[in-house]
C-alpha cells in the first residue's frame, strides 16, 4: 500500500516508521525545509509518561481570574474575532470536572505507558542518539495546598500503575541539590524515578535519515505545502499540493496546528487551537550547579530537562491563534525564574538560545487518532504539550488500525476520541 503522511514532525514520523515496518510505501509530506521543524524541535525535552494529567481539570474555574488578569500569569488568553477560538474554549471549560479529567488521566496514562514501550523497541532496533536517559522527574511544589493536590493525584494514578513518592523539601533536595541553590522555599515534590528525557528534535532528525535509507521505501518532500484535495465518493482521490498532484492509496494527517486548515479542506472540522510556548536552551555540560533530574516548577509552569550538554527550559501557554512570533518579554520571564531557580545561569544570559512553537491542543487532552469520515484519511493529530511523550505510542495505535490489525492489548480499554 502506498501511504502518504502528512507532517515531519515526531508524530508524522514515529507513523512514518511504524507503517514502514510493516512494508507499506511511504510518502511524507512537510512545508518546512528538514523534518522536526514546527513544535517538535525545541520542546520542553521531558518524557513524562507518569505525568499527563490534562490541562483541563476542575482547578481552572478557581484559576480563571488569575488567568485572564495577571500579565505575569503562566497562561495567557488573548480574545480574538475568531469563532474557533470561542468554540474551543467552551469545550474545554466543559471538560472542567474532575470526572472528565479522571477519564482522560486514565486514558493518557494507558497510551503514555505504552508509547514508552514502544520508544525502547525503536531503541532497541535503531539505537538513535538524542540523548535519551532516564532521568527521573521532581515536580516541586511551593504550598501546603499544591501538596495537598498533588497528593490526591497521587494516589489516583497510583491505581493505575505510576510509581511515585511524595517527597519532604529535604528529600527533594537529596534527589536534586542543585535546588538548595536558590533558597525557594518548597513544600515539597513529587518523584518519579523512571521519567525520561531526550532531544525531539535530534530524534526528528535522525530518524528521517533512517527512513530516507532506500531499503525502508520511504520518500520526503520537503517545502511541500498541500493546497487542496480531490475527493469523490467518500475517498481522497488525490492531493494538490505546490510539488504538484500526490496519489497514494491511504492518507495521514499528521502535521499538528497545520492539520486543521488541511481537514477543514476536505470538510472536516478538527477541535483543534493551538497554544504558544516558549524555550530557552542553555549550555550545561557537567555543571554540577544546574539539575540532572528532570525538574518542574508546578507553581510557574516551567520545566527544566538536561539534553547532553545542555539544560533546556520550556514553559507558559498562549492563546492567541497561529502567532509564532517570539515575544521578547514572555521567554525573558522564563528566563528570569530560571535564573532565579538554578543561579549559575546568570552567565549566560546573552546565550539562551529562545525558541517558540504551537502546542496542537483538543479541549479534553487527548488526542484524535485513527480513522476519519474520509474512507482513506486517518487522523494523528491533537497530541497537545504531550506529542513528544505519545508519540510512539500513538503511531503504532494508529498503524493498527489503518493496516486492520487488532487494538493493542495495553489501549484496548481507551476509548478512541
Known amino acids: ?125 535503531l539505537a538513535l542518539d538524542f540523548d535519551l536517559r532516564t532521568a527521573g522527574k521532581l515536580v516541586m511544589l511551593s504550598s501546603a495546598k499544591a501538596v495537598d493536590v498533588a497528593s490526591r493525584q497521587l494516589d489516583f494514578q497510583r491505581r493505575y500503575g505510576c510509581v511515585q513518592e511524595m517527597l519532604s523539601p529535604v528529600d527533594c533536595l537529596k534527589v536534586e541539590p542543585s535546588l538548595a541553590l536558590s533558597g525557594r522555599d518548597w513544600f515539597g515534590g513529587v518523584y518519579t524515578p523512571s521519567e525520561q528525557v531526550g532531544d525531539c528534535g535530534v530524534f526528528c532528525t535522525q530518524l528521517s535519515k533512517h527512513l530516507a535509507q532506500a531499503d525502508n521505501q520511504v520518500e520526503f518532500a520537503f517545502n511541500t505545502c498541500i493546497t487542496s484535495a ?101 521567554w525573558a520571564s522564563i528566563a528570569t525564574e530560571a535564573q532565579q531557580l538554578f543561579p549559575a545561569l546568570r552567565q549566560q544570559q546573552d546565550d539562551m538560545s529562545p525558541w517558540t512553537g504551537l502546542r496542537p491542543a483538543t479541549p479534553t487532552g487527548i488526542p484524535i487518532i485513527g480513522r476519519s469520515k474520509i474512507k482513506n484519511l486517518y487522523l494523528n493529530t491533537g497530541h497537545g504539550a504531550l506529542g513528544w511523550t505519545l508519540a510512539c505510542g500513538s503511531a503504532e495505535k494508529l498503524a493498527s488500525e489503518l493496516c486492520n490489525e487488532p487494538i493493542p492489548s495495553a489501549l484496548q480499554t481507551s476509548q478512541t476520541h
Not at 510539488?243 to 483543534?272: C, H, K, Q
Open 1 to 125: 500500500m502506498r501511504i502518504c503522511i502528512i507532517g515531519a514532525g515526531v508524530i508524522g514520523l514515529t507513523s512514518a516508521h511504524a507503517l514502514a515496518r510493516r512494508g507499506h510505501e511511504i510518502i511524507v509530506i512537510d512545508a518546512h525545509e528538514q523534518a522536526g521543524q514546527g513544535a517538535s524541535k525545541a520542546n520542553g525535552a521531558q518524557l513524562s509518561y507518569s505525568y499527563v494529567a490534562p490541562l483541563a481539570d476542575a482547578t481552572v474555574w478557581k484559576s480563571l481570574p488569575a488567568y485572564l488578569l495577571d500579565p505575569q500569569s503562566p497562561l495567557r488568553w488573548q480574545p480574538q474575532w475568531d469563532i474557533r477560538q470561542w468554540q474551543w474554549i467552551v469545550r474545554f471549560l466543559r471538560a472542567c470536572t474532575t470526572h472528565r479529567s479522571r477519564q482522560s488521566s486514565i486514558e493518557l496514562l494507558r497510551l503514555a505507558f505504552f508509547s514508552r514501550d514502544c520508544l525502547t523497541q525503536l531503541q532497541n532496533e
Open 230 to 330: 480531490t475527493v469523490a465518493d467518500g475517498k481522497i482521490m488525490a492531493l494538490q499540493s505546490t510539488a504538484g498532484d500526490i496519489v497514494a492509496d491511504a492518507y495521514v494527517l499528521a502535521n499538528g496546528v497545520g492539520s486543521v486548515t488541511t481537514a477543514a479542506s476536505m470538510g472536516i472540522e478538527l477541535p483543534i487551537y493551538p497554544l504558544k510556548g516558549y524555550s530557552l536552551t542553555y549550555e550545561a555540560s557537567d555543571d554540577k550547579q544546574l539539575p540532572s533530574v528532570s525538574v518542574t516548577d508546578l507553581s510557574k509552569k516551567i520545566v527544566y530537562a538536561r539534553i547532553g550538554k545542555y539544560l533546556r527550559v520550556a514553559g507558559k501557554v498562549e492563546m492567541t491563534g497561529n502567532d509564532l512570533s517570539l515575544k521578547r518579554h514572555r
